[in-house]
């Protein structure tokens, strides 16, 4: 017997006691001369050892978990997740409206009416002006707090 007869014959039976018991000799003789053909049916019969056993621990709540992730894939499916406004717009419409309010009085004759009404004109305009840019500020970190944190290592 040579070796590919002998690895024809143990890759034909799942294991050695299924084979007759003269090809069971011979198969044996020939693992005397050859270390080779020894070392692979070793390898072979302890990887269907292993393959009978429950090699595979079973994974506890295994079924759980997919079960809550199909159900969340499924909800999500039902009530897709409305497309929030980028990084990029909220900057852009932060520094629009930032000119525009700094801007605002250019366009009025506002030295006339800063004349007429005095210097308590500029506290309503500043207060105003501040809450506009303060709730703007308030909002855009509020939306983009985990990106913002993020961007600046702030765990």
């Known amino acids: 017997m040579n070796c590919n007869d002998v690895m024809d014959r143990v890759y034909e039976f799942e294991g050695n006691s299924s084979l007759p018991l003269f090809t069971r000799l011979r198969i044996w003789l020939h ?11 070793e390898k072979l019969t302890a990887a269907r050892s292993l393959m009978k056993e429950n090699f595979f621990p079973p994974a506890p709540g295994l079924e759980d978990r997919i079960m809550q992730s199909i159900a ?7 009530y897709p997740e409305i497309a ?21 009085f250019l366009g009025m004759d506002f030295i006339k009416v800063a004349d007429n009404w005095g210097s ?5 305009i500043g207060i105003t ?6 709730a703007y500020g308030a ?11 993020d961007r600046f290592n702030l765990h």
């Open 84 to 104: 929030g406004v980028s990084f990029r717009s909220w900057v852009v419409t932060g520094l629009v409206v930032l000119v525009s309010l700094s801007t605002s």
């Open 139 to 149: 909002l855009f970190i509020g939306s983009h707090l985990k990106e913002l944190s």
């Open 120 to 124: 308590s004109f500029l506290l309503p």
């Open 129 to 134: 002006v501040g809450a506009i840019v303060s």
């Open 31 to 41: 693992t005397l001369r050859c270390p080779r053909c020894a070392e692979k049916i």
């Open 72 to 78: 969340l894939e499924e909800l999500e499916e039902e």
